[in-house]
Nanobody, 116 residues
Framework: QVQLVGSGGGLVQAGGSLRLSCTASGSIFSINLIAWYRQAPGKQRELVATITSDGSTSYADSVKGRFTISRDNAKNMEYLQMNSLKPEDTGVYYC??????????WGQGTQVTVSS
């Protein structure tokens, strides 16, 4: 089992920055991928960024060049640095972990609100 705790959301003006954090505990050795998803009001949850155990990253087209996903294995933490935020980035952000056995785990969401 893996437990995830996400944090770092808040209210920011368009063009500003936020850094989200996700702390992992439990069977962290089994994690092979960490992802951030977001869900805007009235919309489906969408994938924002992923990072694998070997450090490979991928991003949704809508955030490429603005968001950076990273991990600090020593601290069992993952981060999503969000720059040049836009109002359409508003939503609840969730960290997600997938293990080698196909299990998936979710952290509680953290609200990001970008005002225009």
């Amino acid at each position: 089992q893996v437990q995830l705790v996400g944090s770092g959301g808040g209210l920011v003006q368009a063009g500003g920055s936020l850094r989200l954090s996700c702390t992992a505990s439990g069977s962290i050795f089994s994690i092979n991928l960490i992802a951030w998803y977001r869900q805007a009001p009235g919309k489906q949850r969408e994938l924002v960024a992923t990072i694998t155990s070997d450090g490979s990253t991928s991003y949704a087209d809508s955030v490429k060049g603005r968001f950076t996903i990273s991990r600090d294995n020593a601290k069992n933490m993952e981060y999503l640095q969000m720059n040049s935020l836009k109002p359409e980035d508003t939503g609840v952000y969730y960290c997600n972990a997938q293990d080698y056995l196909g299990g998936g785990y979710w952290g509680q969401g953290t609200q990001v609100t970008v005002s225009s």
